[in-house]
């Protein structure tokens, strides 16, 4: 996703098959590494979509299976500052 200041790369990642989290990684106009953020808890976690608010922050949308008995999957959306905090 490109931007004035800088361009964002959005992907989903598995740490261990048991595991998956939400990962964003801020790049600088030359493709060099600003900051590196993991999102996620116990359970796993995928990205759905990724979209630009307009205001210096970004909705993430994803789904985790978070439930006890892992039968379904929860939806999990928040939004994150130019540095890549949550909201």
Not at 37 to 42: A, F
């Amino acid at each position: 996703i490109g931007g004035s200041s800088f361009s964002l790369f959005v992907y989903s990642v598995v740490a261990a098959q048991t595991c998956g989290n939400i990962v964003l990684v801020k790049l600088d106009d030359e493709g060099n590494v600003e900051w590196e953020r993991e999102y996620g808890t116990s359970a796993v976690e995928g990205l759905e979509d990724f979209l630009p608010t307009g205001n210096g922050r970004y909705a993430v949308l994803g789904a985790t299976n978070i439930s006890p008995n892992g039968d379904f999957r929860d939806t999990l959306l928040m939004e994150v500052d130019g540095g890549g905090l949550v909201e």
